[in-house]
């Protein structure tokens, strides 16, 4: 990593519109790509994964795959996403070094909507997608007004839930995928090792190295469990040939359809995002530049998140909300310039119109990606317990995040008892993180502070 004082004064360090020198800020821009890699193309192979068009499917071999690409898009959009932010248009963006990427929040919602359908739900779920970014643009008109309704004990509890509504789908992929369950492979120790050396090497960087290493834990832990994959024989490099050189996004390449879950789901969900976004932004001011951030940059900030969303939906991307993982790697290099950041979101598009890019991620086997996964998912629901430290925990909101936490997971966990529900409220209710948070808000703003 760049030492930051041979990059400028400390107040051009702090000021967003300094640009270092361009032979130090092109490698501190790839910096904050390797740190968001990963964690940007997970949701897209989840969800791809989740339809049965992911692992082990033929489907789309020639030409595009419907995996492949849409890991392209979301290497693509969280470029277009970033530039929103970092560069701006009129009152959208931020203009402050936030990295935009493909959010793990709207997964228990997207995972359910689309769970073993192919491509036949992509419809419904990209229309979801771009009217929940336009619910979530429409935020930035009203932020600084509902932020007295998340207070800590209500974002903690649902970053939380996001976690745990996750940490089963490491698990799967660490045994070896859906597709296996029920097979003798599934669970084998060939399946479990490469998963676990993705755990032991991204442990060891992540406490025993400093810098680079350190912040690219997760995606050199990934690597190193592929290379002991493809000595095991586990990775198929068949349909990397196929893929194209260069290919431009397809809009609507799903159709679009209204599925009404969806599109609650997404919305409820923006809000959620918006508040995550305000919390970065607020991060990167306070860590970079040691003040706070202004409320014409959470509004720009929040307007980005939202068109970012809803343009990616168009194309068939999945919703973008800002990477907190590039929060920390701000306040570690003091460098505050969203011009790092920008050339970091053109290395991502460059890399969304290559196909043979989302065809090489696509040969990553399953099991290795849910060792990193595992890793991933469990520091979200970590970072929610952070979250909640921060609460005052009176026997007030000791019952708000008991009966919350309750009915959401519980219903998670047993889908069935709302088998009787209409189509639409089952998959709200049955992804537990709606619930819980509904409750949790409503339970907040109704229950009297003085109950001790």
């Known amino acids: 990593m760049t030492h930051a004082s041979s990059l400028g004064t400390p107040e051009q360090l702090a000021d967003p519109n300094y640009t270092p020198p361009l032979g130090q800020a092109v490698p501190l821009g790839i910096q904050h790509v390797l740190a968001m890699f990963v964690s940007n193309v997970t949701p897209a192979i989840i969800i791809a994964g989740a339809a049965g068009f992911g692992f082990g499917s033929d489907q789309g071999a020639l030409g595009f795959p419907d995996m492949t690409y849409m890991i392209q898009m979301s290497m693509l959009f969280a470029g277009i996403a970033t530039l929103f932010q970092t560069i701006g248009m009129g009152p959208v ?3 402050l070094p936030i990295v935009q990427g493909t959010s793990f929040a709207f997964l228990p919602v997207m995972i359910p909507a689309v769970a073993g359908q192919g491509t036949e739900a992509m419809g419904g779920l990209m229309a979801g997608v771009v009217i929940g970014g336009v619910f979530h643009f429409l935020l930035g008109t009203v932020i600084g007004k509902i932020r007295f309704a998340l207070p800590p004990l209500v974002t903690g509890l649902i970053v939380l839930m996001i976690g745990l509504a996750l940490v089963k789908v490491g698990i799967q992929y660490s045994a070896g995928g859906v597709p296996l369950k029920g097979k003798p492979e599934y669970g084998t120790w060939a399946m479990w090792f490469p998963a676990l050396v993705v755990i032991a090497v991204t442990l060891a960087l992540k406490f025993f190295t400093r ?3 350190s912040v690219a834990a997760v995606l050199v832990g990934i690597i190193v469990g592929y290379v002991v994959a493809l000595m095991m024989g586990q990775v198929n490099f068949g349909n990397v040939g196929k893929a194209a050189l260069f290919a431009l996004p397809e809009p609507f390449k799903w ?3 209204i599925n009404w879950a969806i599109v609650i789901g997404m919305a409820f969900m923006g809000i959620i ?3 995550e976004t305000v919390g970065d932004c607020s991060g990167i001011t306070k860590g970079g530049a040691g003040r706070e951030a202004t409320d ?6 929040t307007y980005a998140d939202g068109l970012g969303t809803a343009i990616a939906g168009l194309f068939g991307g999945l919703p973008n909300t800002s990477f907190s993982q590039n929060v920390g790697l701000i306040s570690m290099t003091g460098i505050m310039s969203r011009h790092v950041v920008t ?7 460059i890399c969304g119109l290559v196909p043979m890019v989302g065809a090489i991620i696509r040969t990553i086997p399953i099991n290795v990606l849910g060792g990193g996964v595992i890793v991933m998912f469990g520091m979200v629901a970590a970072a929610g317990i952070n979250m909640l430290s921060d609460v005052n ?4 909101n000791m019952v708000i995040f008991a009966i919350s936490l309750a009915v959401g997971l519980g219903l998670q966990l047993e889908p069935d008892a709302l088998q009787h529900m209409p189509s639409t409220l089952k998959i709200l209710l049955t992804s537990g993180l709606l619930p819980a948070a509904a409750l949790s808000i409503l339970l907040n703003l109704i229950l ?3 109950l001790e």
């Open 93 to 95: 963006g931020a203009r």
């Open 448 to 450: 009297p502070e003085d």
């Open 255 to 257: 159709g679009f359809e």
């Open 211 to 213: 810098g680079m290493l």
């Open 273 to 275: 995002s918006a508040i």
């Open 296 to 301: 014409k940059e959470i509004a720009g900030a």
């Open 393 to 396: 925990w009176t026997r007030r």
């Open 343 to 349: 050339i970091g979101a053109l290395f991502l598009i």
